[in-house]
């Protein structure tokens, strides 16, 4: 397997465990495969040479860094985020809280531009460096897609990434800002004493979810934080670096590939004297889309394991659960219900 240097964490329960990096300059066959081979082991990979511009990542940050930098009542209005805006420590409608503040917008062009006039002393600066980082984030997140696609052997190389090019997208842009928790005394260091310590010491920055959407790209400054969750309930650390994307498998791409893939749950802890500043882009469905197992991914040893939803239907049921809640349960295939 041609995975660049497989990042090696010890935690208290002493697992070894090499989370995928893959290089997107490889030939295609090869990464159709590596990406196949890390979105069915842990639902989540990071990317390097994946094309996206230093500039354009940068114009973000310092995009980001500024709006958070403001004096509270300037940032408030920017809010509330329901669903878009500015929101601090409330997530979701439903009494989540963390210990950040960020900024949630929709991914949408004009919408971008319109929500830029209460963020920005610079609207139109906001608003360029925003849509061209969607832009490219996008493209990265497409391309991925289809080289699954093309992994998974689907008839329709395009059938994931055509739901993210449309023009009813539903996708949306999240910078998550996490304030340094006061009585740290460094940042990340994996060495298992100051590990330990630091476990002890951190607090929620954004607790444990799944994402909804179908494909999560995020990048953070050099402040860790990030965990996942693999299949035994472990919790990985997830290093930080600029450099790089970590890429998420989302509910709807699980139901997509009929639990092929599975999401990916993750957290956020603040946990260093350094603020985290994390940027991500969740690639969503238009709300009319339909979602339901491909065909192709169905057999009488796998049948159908999701009944057929909208995107509208499953952001609704999203929203009406917890952070954490298990939201995809809702819409499976009871086993005695299961047909081909
Ligand atoms: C508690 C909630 C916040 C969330 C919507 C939800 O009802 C459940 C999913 C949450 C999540 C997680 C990933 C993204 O950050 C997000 C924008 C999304 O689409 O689903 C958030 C939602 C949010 O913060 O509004
Ligand atoms: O900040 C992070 O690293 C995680 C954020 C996250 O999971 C989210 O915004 O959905
Ligand atoms: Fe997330």
């Known amino acids: 397997m041609v995975v660049s240097s497989p990042t090696t964490i010890r935690t208290k329960k002493t697992k070894a465990v090499g989370i995928p990096t893959i290089d997107l300059s490889l030939n295609r066959s090869m990464l159709s495969e590596l990406l196949v081979k890390a979105c069915e082991e842990f639902g989540f990979f990071k990317v390097v040479n994946h094309g996206v511009s230093k500039e354009v990542i940068e114009r973000m940050e310092e995009e980001g860094a500024e709006f958070f930098a403001k004096a509270a009542e300037e940032k408030q209005r920017a809010g509330p985020a329901r669903p878009f805006g500015y929101g601090c420590k409330n997530i979701g409608p439903n009494g989540d809280m963390g210990e950040l503040e960020y900024l949630l917008l929709h991914t949408n062009t004009h919408s971008i531009s319109e929500r830029s006039t209460s963020i920005s002393n610079d609207p139109t600066k906001f608003s360029c460096a925003a849509n061209n980082y969607v832009q490219a984030v996008r493209e990265l997140a497409c391309e991925i897609l289809d080289l699954v696609a093309e992994g998974l052997w689907v008839h329709d190389k ?181 047909t081909q």
């Not at 350094?274 to 969740?282: I, Q, V």
């Not at 057929?308 to 809702?330: C, H, I, M, N, V």
């Open 158 to 338: 395009c059938v994931f990434s055509r739901l993210l090019r449309d023009v009813h997208s539903d996708s949306v842009l999240r910078l998550n800002h996490y304030p340094p928790v006061s009585d740290m005394i460094s940042d990340w260091d994996p060495s298992p004493k100051l590990f330990q310590h630091q476990c002890k010491n951190s607090r929620v920055g954004f607790g444990e979810h799944s994402d909804p959407q179908i494909l999560t790209i995020l990048r953070s400054n050099d402040v860790g934080g990030l965990q996942i969750a693999l299949h035994d309930g472990l919790w990985v650390p997830v290093p930080p670096d600029p450099s790089e994307f970590c890429v998420f498998v989302g509910d709807a791409l699980q139901a997509l590939t009929n639990g092929r893939f599975e999401s990916v749950r993750h957290r956020a802890l603040s946990n260093s004297v350094k603020p985290r500043m994390s940027m991500a882009y969740f690639g969503a469905p238009p709300l009319n889309a339909w979602i339901s197992p491909l065909p192709e991914l169905i057999s009488s040893q796998k049948p159908s394991g999701y009944k057929p939803f909208t995107w509208d239907e499953y952001k609704k049921a999203a929203y009406s659960l917890r952070l954490g809640d298990s939201r995809l349960d809702l819409f499976m295939v009871r086993t005695a219900d299961k």
